[in-house]
């Protein structure tokens, strides 16, 4: 069983496209995670959803939403894509209550713009 | 600001030997600190995690890592490298309601 899954893996897509990368936990976890990881692997967290209410929300441009149906699902969706988005995205969740519950990642998407 | 720092951004160790994977911390507080790891097209993986206690902890496929308050470090270790631990290797300390991730390792295990 997968915990944390996240589709698509690759996504290639033109300048000025809209796109959404989808994320689900079955680990009952309260809290989901964005992550970005750069060309250079530095990992920068993005956004963080608590039972479903924003708690984090670092300085991405607005292009970039999340969005939280349920507490196991966290998706981003991008508009107006641009070249500097190409990267990969990690979605990760945990027990963010608890500071010793570690994260769990899912496999990533790598975002491709062209 | 609270910061996670990985002086090395390659550590080459040939197998059998031991490896260290250095990390420090600059967290106002007591930190939580983890490492993980993360193989080629892969999230990452959670080895370990020093929460409080014995400032020694094991974790995952025999790593261990110290914890040193007065050096405010945290380096990841084992006493005998594989091959198959050539990764990515990430230290990160919670703190408030996020993880902070220092710039990551690569571990190269030389046969």
């Known amino acids: 069983d997968t915990a944390v899954s996240q589709t698509p893996k690759y996504l290639v897509t033109q300048m000025g496209n809209d796109k959404s990368i989808k994320c689900e936990q079955n680990l009952g976890h309260d809290t989901m995670y964005w992550y970005k990881q750069d060309s250079k692997k530095f990992l920068k967290i993005m956004f963080s959803y608590n039972n479903k209410e924003l708690i984090i929300n670092e300085t991405v441009p607005n292009r970039f939403s999340p969005k939280s149906p349920d507490k196991a699902h966290l998706n981003l969706h991008i508009n107006s894509l641009e070249l500097g988005d190409s990267a990969v995205y990690f979605c990760?969740?945990?027990?963010?209550?608890?500071?010793?519950?570690?994260?769990?990642f899912g496999n990533g998407t790598r975002l491709t713009v062209t | 600001a609270q910061s996670v720092a990985q002086p090395e951004d390659q550590v080459n160790v040939a197998e059998g030997n031991p490896l260290t994977v250095k990390c420090t911390y600059s967290v106002s507080g007591n930190p939580y600190l983890f490492w993980y790891v993360q193989y080629p097209n892969r999230g990452l993986q959670f080895l370990l995690k020093?929460?409080?206690?014995?400032?020694l902890v094991k974790g995952s496929y025999g790593f261990e890592a110290e914890f040193n308050k007065s050096q405010t470090s945290f380096h990841l270790k084992k006493p005998s490298a594989l091959v198959s631990d050539s990764a990515l290797y990430f230290c990160?300390?919670?703190?408030?309601?996020?993880?902070?991730f220092g710039p990551g390792t690569r571990l190269s295990v030389l046969p």
């Open positions: 990760a969740s945990s027990h963010a209550r608890q500071g010793n519950s570690p994260l769990h």
């Open positions: 020093y929460i409080t206690g014995d400032n």
């Open positions: 990160a300390a919670f703190y408030g309601q996020n993880f902070v």
